[in-house]
């Protein structure tokens, strides 16, 4: 045993006998390092050769330092500025970019983000790795996928590389695994990865994960993995709110020089409730098609575009609604229709106004006189009777009656 450098170097005479210390006694040892040593310490096995005093260590120092300039593998657009803050993702920002500050040394280590698809976990991962290396590009930053890191492993054990696998993984600085649930039933992935886990831990190396659920909630993965990846912080992103939905849509359309109306923004925004990803589709669809057909985007397009991509739920219409519309349609204003005023113009916009708020709506005759200036069940069911006769008889009423359904059902 040699402690040098805060390094505590620790001679066994095998890989096997380093794992089984790795599973058995990591915990005990890490605390007896940091009480004894101090927390800056970093503990390394040397591996004997053949039985021979020759040794190599088993740890990250094991590599040449040209190693330190690895493909980082992010993504160079998934950065804080484009990831839109908001009440569903507050706590996992917040926290990422505490660690971008100082990746292993807060409490969030590993940070375990989690989440629908979609909602955003891969971007907040990517964008701290990219904050990381801006910060100190000489940071080893590793963003890999846990099917990739599964393949790898894979790989490894074909061609008896295992110790060159689990070096390389040891050496990095801040490593990011997503969709860690996919380590599901993966035995030899999960040993492989407990051994890099509790080297970077030790090492005060952060560790960023991403899955589709909870750690509480994952299924098939050893449970000392589970208890590792609640040792940090586990932090969801839920599904974005309206007003995160709208931010997200705004800030997409700034960065694409996209205009769309106010109307058309809250349609999406409304419609498009599952997924970050979806919402930046539609607009990207939206400019597709206003450039390669030359067409305006207005709210006929936007409603195709975004029934190509979720199912559009048909609008409840109120009272209101249809009081708003009548109201346009004839110019007399809302109050008049809602009045005692009997002039033929005012009584033809209120007798309309309360046939159509019983065709459209799932108001009772009740409610409807009740909204409608206080008129009584009978004043309402006399105005469907008599809007129901005059459109038998008058093609032009009947028309302006569709005109107005025609926009409300928009």
């Known amino acids: 045993m040699e402690y040098e450098n805060n390094t505590l170097v620790l001679q066994v005479e095998s890989q096997f006998a380093a794992n089984y210390i790795e599973d058995n006694y990591i915990e005990l040892l890490s605390k007896a390092l940091f009480q004894v040593f101090g927390p800056e310490t970093r503990l390394q096995y040397r591996a004997l050769i053949d039985g021979t005093a020759e040794a190599t260590p088993y740890n990250n120092s094991a590599r040449t330092q040209e190693q330190s300039g690895i493909d980082s593998q992010l993504n160079e657009h998934y950065v804080f500025d484009n990831f839109i803050a908001g009440e569903p993702n507050k ?6 970019l505490a660690v971008a500050k100082q990746p292993g040394y807060t409490a969030f280590n590993p940070l375990f983000i989690y989440g629908g698809s979609g909602v955003g976990k891969t971007h907040l991962a990517n964008a701290i790795g990219n904050q990381v290396k801006q910060l100190d590009p000489t940071k080893r930053v590793l963003y890999v996928s846990a099917n990739t890191f599964k393949l790898q492993y894979q790989d490894a054990v074909t061609s008896n590389h295992i110790p060159d696998f689990l070096n390389f993984y040891q050496q990095i600085d801040v490593l990011i695994v997503d969709d860690i649930q996919y380590f599901s039933r993966l035995q030899g992935t999960q040993d492989s990865f407990f051994h890099i886990f509790n080297h970077l831990q030790l090492s005060h190396k952060q560790l960023i ?3 589709d659920r909870s750690p509480l909630e994952l299924k098939d993965i050893d449970d000392r993995l589970l208890t590792r990846f609640k040792w940090g912080l586990s932090a969801e992103i839920t599904r974005p709110d309206y007003a995160l939905r709208k931010s997200i849509l705004l800030s997409k359309m700034s960065r694409d020089g996209v205009v769309l109306s106010d109307e058309i923004v809250d349609f999406i925004a409304t419609n498009v409730c599952d997924s970050v990803r979806d919402l930046e ?15 305006d985007i207005d709210m006929l397009l936007a409603e195709q575009v975004v029934g190509r991509i979720v199912k559009v739920k048909p609008r409840e219409i109120q009272p209101a609604d249809v009081l708003s519309a009548v109201s346009e349609h004839f110019n007399v204003q809302e109050k008049a229709i809602l009045s005692q005023v009997r002039t033929k113009e005012i009584m033809q916009a209120r007798h309309i106004a309360m046939f159509l708020a019983k065709r459209l709506t799932t108001s009772s005759l009740s409610e409807i006189g009740a909204f409608m200036g206080h008129r009584t069940h009978a004043t309402v069911l006399h105005s469907l009777n008599l809007i129901q006769d005059q459109i038998k008889i008058d093609p032009i009423l009947r028309h302006r009656i569709d005109q107005i359904e025609s926009v409300l059902m928009r």
């Open 91 to 96: 706590l996992a920002r917040t926290a990422g």
């Open 209 to 211: 994960l991403t899955s």
């Open 281 to 295: 589709g539609v607009v990207a669809s939206l400019l597709a098609y206003s450039t390669l057909i030359n067409r």
